[in-house]
């Protein structure tokens, strides 16, 4: 009987859900065509099933993902940085919440590439957006095992586990890069990479200066039931061109409006242990009296963990992504093209 | 398999070793049991708590905890080889 790889793919959970592109032989070498290094040589091992990742594991699966050959450099660079120890991917493949490896790409070739930052940039609808990161989560299933019901105990995951792969809108940004403002120079290809969930949208049609503005944008930054409000974690802003050019116009860098904000996403513990994560041993853990309701919480306590990034297309509206525990740290850094 | 299809299995070279579980203890009396506290809140207590009970009421001869660096972080392997080396008896406890 003829087999029907669409299928048979489909009924052995080598695949997210969605149809793969066939992995012959014939593909794999286009692939690989995507770069210079050896297709033997070894990327790593995914946890928690640590199966081994090389370079042509990970074409395979970036080609099964529907990636062209010229992506395969960004999906190289992000499973390698993902792998670095202190973002514990292995912590995230087993949790019951349901973040997941957000890549911020910044650099000409995410623009070479067509990675897109504008209107959409969460997706559907961008190749490169989607299948870059449809081929990171591919391997973090076939060679992590990260599977619900079997190493992962994810509670409901969540539509960033599909893919979670963007850039910054740079023509309409009003500021410097993510990347540039952690060093890297302005011509650098990097990825910056932390552990979150989908994004929240906060619209704000209304604010004509950027405290209120701001003041909006820290609320929703901070929730009962979030973790950020309880451990040292990331979390990601993206303000539309729109928004941030409100806080450029009024001389407001970068580094000022991540000050600002990390100072106005606060709630009082009296309104946050009505509900949701609060324990007095949590409250305790951040040397805060568990009793006293006017004590103040931050739900940034590092700045440096707020990435604040401006993307999306016109439009008032700051979409906000909530990060996981204290046991993973974000990472960053340049990439091979 | 894939080996006899036109195309590739993307989890070739998976290693296919299985490993055998240890045969089930019939009863607790006089064996070492060994839990893992996995540091959320509480875990002590209520691990404290089934240790007592199970030395009271099993007769286990002592149970061993181990606690984790952190509960989103594995047990380290020397942690694991130690537990094996103690105990007859070993739970993935949890706390929170």
């Known amino acids: 009987m003829k087999v029907d790889e669409f299928e048979f793919f489909l009924e052995k959970d080598w695949s997210d859900g969605f149809p793969v592109v066939t992995p012959t032989e014939e593909r794999v070498q286009w692939m690989l065509t995507g770069t210079r290094r050896n297709s033997d040589e070894v990327v790593g091992n995914i946890p928690p099933a640590g199966e081994l990742a090389t370079v042509r594991t990970v074409a395979i699966h970036a080609l099964m993902a529907g990636c062209k050959p010229e992506y395969l450099p960004v999906v190289l660079g992000g499973i390698s940085l993902m792998l670095r120890e202190e973002l514990n991917l292995g912590g995230v493949q087993c949790t019951m919440h349901g973040v997941a490896p957000l890549m911020i790409v910044n650099g000409p070739y995410a623009d070479k590439i067509g990675l897109r930052g504008g209107n959409g940039c969460f997706g559907p609808g961008f190749r490169a957006n989607a299948t870059i990161g449809r081929a990171i989560r591919l391997m973090l299933m076939n060679l992590g095992g990260g599977l619900a019901g079997i190493a992962s105990a994810t509670v409901f995951a969540s539509p960033i586990r599909y893919t979670a792969c963007l850039t910054e809108h740079v023509a309409q940004s009003p500021w410097e890069s993510l990347a540039a403002s952690r060093g890297h120079a302005p011509g650098a290809n990097v990825i910056t990479c932390a552990m979150v969930e989908s994004p929240r949208l906060h619209f704000d049609d209304v604010s004509t200066e950027p405290e209120r503005l701001l003041t909006g944008i820290g609320d929703a930054m901070t929730a009962p039931g979030s973790w950020n409000m309880w451990f040292n974690s990331d979390m990601v802003v993206a303000m539309s061109p729109q928004h941030a050019k409100l806080c450029a116009g009024s001389g407001m860098t970068r580094a000022k409006a991540v000050e600002r904000l990390v100072d106005l996403a606060v709630r009082k513990q009296g309104q946050l242990r009505r509900g949701g994560n609060w324990r007095p041993e949590r409250a305790r853990a951040m040397g805060i009296d568990p009793d006293d309701d006017e004590s103040l919480i931050r739900a940034v306590k590092d700045p440096q963990r707020l990435h604040l990034i401006v993307a999306g297309g016109l439009g008032p509206v700051t979409a906000v992504c909530h990060g996981w525990n204290e046991s993973s740290h974000f990472v960053h850094g340049t990439y091979e093209v | ?96």
Request: glycine content about 6%; aromatic content about 4%.
């Open chain 2, 1 to 96: 398999m894939a080996r006899d299809l036109p195309f590739i299995d993307p989890t070739a070279g998976r290693s296919r070793s299985r490993i055998a579980l240890a045969p089930r203890p019939i009863d607790l009396a006089g064996k070492v049991v060994g839990m893992i506290d996995n540091t959320k809140e509480q875990a002590d207590v209520i691990l404290k708590t089934v240790a007592e009970v199970l030395e009271s009421r099993y007769g286990v001869a002592r149970v061993i905890i181990h606690r984790k660096e952190h509960y989103s972080k594995l047990a380290p392997h020397a942690m694991i080889d130690e537990l094996a080396k103690e105990v007859q008896v070993a739970v993935a406890a949890l706390g929170g």
